[in-house]
């Protein structure tokens, strides 16, 4: 049963938008979505994910899923437009935001603002999915006037999308977003913007590594640019932490037979070791360290399913797995993360069914 009664109002037919719409309207919910662009709104509505809203619309909740550089204004016009309705938004700052409304002296009791830590590499409206928010937190951040009331609905609408409501304060999802979202994107982007003076004959021996590191910087520029532009401050300040260690590397290698410069390397590397090892890992659990088993496949229909299937079927539970292609060869590289006590047991019953195993 939804815990969000009454209808939702979407501003911005984009991927987080539509996604909304689609999650909520599977759950029964009455959604409105509407856009600047008729086009991308009839896109959205056509996907399923609400309708267009009618004259006498009282929404009980408006969510605003606009670009960054237009929330604030969006949200303000929301708030004056329907008086009685909680508005929130799914910008992924908050500081400024929060800070542009308290000047323009908007009715912040009805405002909370929000982020659900979910998305992909691609926008617009045919890139949602209803089961976008599935185990993923999302971010509560009541300002100081937010009612109770308020807090609480956006919050049903992030249990409502199957997410794990996380209350902060603005400034606090700022500085944590910083770290694990916004360094990240950037550093990809930096490692990426590297390739455009490679060789192409040196690209073509890459692998699941550089893929892994460049995944992210695919995303969308213009987006990026508002959400970084959003949040100067804190960027700036983790920036500086790896503009240092970067620093401590490029120095080492200057020359490395100076004295301490092995050192600072390693030192610089172990940290890294030391920070993977931070990083939560499945159900927001202490990381696990997974046993490895790679298994070559033919590149072609069916391989895939039928290892997975095989797997069921021997009765272990894989907690991760990767595909890469072989440069020059027509195999998969299909990586599978187990439990280490059960690695044994995977590698005998796959070498049995005459899977063929790397390593």
């Known amino acids: ?50 309708r267009k809203p009618a004259a006498g619309d ?44 308290t000047a323009a002296h908007a009715p912040l009791d009805r405002y909370v603002g929000s982020h659900p830590m979910a998305g992909r590499e691609r926008g617009g409206a045919l890139a949602g999915r209803a089961d976008l928010f599935f185990g993923r937190p999302w971010v509560i951040c009541a300002n100081r006037e937010s009612s109770a ?15 794990v409501p996380v209350r902060l304060t603005p400034a606090d999802h700022d500085r944590a977003v910083a770290m694990v979202s916004h360094l990240p994107q950037l550093v990809s982007s930096l490692l990426a913007a590297q390739l455009n003076r490679a060789e192409s004959s040196d690209l073509a021996l890459s692998g699941q590594g550089l893929r892994d590191t460049t995944r992210i910087a695919a995303s969308d520029a213009k987006l990026w640019m508002q959400i970084l532009a959003g949040n100067t401050a804190d960027v700036r300040d983790v920036l ?23 050192s600072d390397l390693g030192e610089v ?3 890294g070791n030391r920070g993977v090892a931070l990083i939560p890992g499945k159900h927001g659990s202490a990381a696990t360290n997974y046993a490895q088993v790679v298994v070559m496949i033919d590149d072609k229909p069916g391989q895939m399913a039928k290892l997975l299937t095989e797997i069921g079927e021997i009765g272990i539970n894989l907690e991760d797995l990767k595909l890469e292609h072989s440069p020059g060869a027509e195999i998969g590289l299909v990586e599978l993360f187990v439990l280490p006590e059960v690695e044994s047991s995977l590698v005998a019953a796959l070498a049995e069914r005459g899977w063929r195993l790397a390593g």
Do not use: H, W
């Open 1 to 50: 049963m939804n815990r969000v009664t009454g209808s939702v109002r979407i501003v911005g037919a984009g991927l987080i938008g539509t996604s909304i719409g689609l999650a909520l309207k599977k759950i029964g919910v009455d959604v409105s979505i509407d856009d600047v662009s008729p086009a991308n709104q009839r896109l959205a509505i056509d996907y399923g994910a609400g």
């Open 58 to 101: 009282e929404p009980t909740l408006i969510v605003v899923c606009v670009p960054p550089d237009v929330t604030a204004r969006t949200v303000l016009a929301e708030l004056r437009a329907f008086p009685n309705s909680v508005v929130s938004d799914v910008a992924s700052v908050k500081n400024s935001i929060l800070e542009e409304l």
């Open 149 to 163: 009331a308020s807090t609480l609905l956006v919050e049903q609408l992030a249990l409502d999308l199957g997410s």
């Open 240 to 262: 500086q932490g790896f503009a240092e260690d970067l620093a401590r590397v490029i120095k080492s290698f200057d020359d490395l037979d100076a004295p301490g410069a092995l």
């Open 269 to 271: 590397l172990v940290s």
